[in-house]
């Protein structure tokens, strides 16, 4: 199943009217929150360096979980951008940077290639930086490069994807994830998938990365320690569409049934106890953060918050349900989407996404 899994997960591809690089704002703005943490995150790493002549050279990054469009160059910029401002503050050579975008085999790989040239060159002329960019195609929860060779591992917004979805989740009718009428085995399952790819990943990066290396991590989080209190109001969205469907005769129940999203929120505490437990990291910082998903200028244009959220989500999830359901009811389960959607923003005019940011040094 995971390999199953693996074969088919992608963000939508191009620059259509439902692909990710046009509908990853939540992302993006995740990613200008997160920049102070990778600032200092940079900035340490350089200073507790056991060798600054030999980082300085050439410095080996990889973003895991890149997907493509804007996200994935915005790292990379940011990413160099603080490096040339630490070596221009003690005087430093900048390095050469040997970047690794890696994400699933089905990403649109094509897309990011093509606008590598024009983004070095860009670079060149702005920083003079040299930046050579690879693509590393695989999961990050199986080995991706040589023992000893990364110096900065960077993540936004993939871990809370697990490598497959939980086993014994027969019980769990007329959900597609940890929702309000789950079962307690359901929450059981879940956290327990994710406590053993998590702690899989810290492992496996562990030996990829060199003794001094650092690691940026953000994913989805939730509020409460208390899973069954916190369900992800998007998924509950998402079930109603689909139980919308099976009333209309579209989609079978048993189709429902039998489909659950490999996706998890943990807490904070959940993601402390886990690298404390693995071991091969200690902890730079650990922070929760919210952000508001409706922007304020927003508040009046109900039909375009709608539309925001409801071309996101089936960016992110198309995948997955045609794979299961088939491609032929994608545009009338995401117009009952929608509906529900604007029911739930009538109620909750700003919903807010929840966050963990995560730095890491290895041992």
Not at 266 to 293: H, Y
Not at 307 to 334: C, P, Q, Y
Request: proline letters at 4%; hydrophobic letters at 40%; charged letters at 25%.
């Amino acid at each position: 199943m995971a390999m199953a899994l693996a074969e088919i997960f992608c963000m939508n591809a191009g620059h259509g009217n439902a692909s990710y690089a046009n509908n990853s704002r939540l992302q993006m703005l995740v990613l200008l929150k997160t920049r102070p943490f990778l600032e200092a995150s940079i900035k340490d790493m350089f200073r507790n360096s056991d060798s600054n002549g030999a980082l300085l050279r050439c410095l080996k990054v990889a973003d895991l979980g890149c997907s493509s469009g804007p996200t994935a160059f915005m790292v990379i910029s940011e990413i160099i951008k603080s490096i040339y401002g630490i070596c221009q503050q003690q005087h430093h050579k900048l390095p050469e940077v040997q970047t690794f975008l890696n994400d699933l085999p089905a990403n649109d790989f094509n897309a990011i290639f093509a606008s590598v040239p024009a983004f070095c060159e860009g670079l060149k002329r702005e920083l003079g930086a040299d930046c050579h960019i690879s693509g590393v195609p695989g999961s990050f929860y199986d080995r991706l490069f040589p023992s000893n060779t990364l110096q900065f591992i960077h993540s936004s917004y993939s871990l809370h994807w697990l490598s497959k979805v939980p086993e014994n989740l027969e019980n769990n009718k007329r959900n597609i994830n940890m929702g309000r009428t789950s079962p307690p085995n359901v929450f059981r399952a879940y956290a327990e998938q994710f406590k053993k790819d998590f702690s899989k990943f810290l492992g496996l990066r562990s030996q990829e990365m060199m003794p001094w290396g650092r690691m940026l991590l953000t994913f989805q989080g939730r509020r409460l320690a208390d899973a069954s209190k916190d369900t992800y109001y998007m998924w509950e969205i998402m079930k109603d569409a689909l139980l919308d469907l099976v009333a209309e005769g579209l989609v079978k129940e048993a189709d429902v049934d039998s489909f659950n999203l490999p996706h998890y929120v943990a807490c904070e505490g959940e993601v402390r106890e886990i690298v404390e437990e693995e071991g091969s990291f200690a902890i730079d910082k650990l922070e929760s953060f919210e952000i508001i998903l409706v922007a304020p200028e927003d508040d009046e244009k109900q039909t375009r918050s709608v539309n925001t959220h409801t071309k996101s989500t089936r960016a992110v999830l198309e995948s997955l349900l045609a794979n299961h359901f088939g491609d032929a009811i994608m545009d009338s389960l995401f117009r009952s989407f929608a509906e529900n959607m604007a029911e739930y923003l009538q109620l909750v005019r700003k919903p807010k996404a929840a966050s963990i940011v995560i730095s890491l040094t290895k041992k």
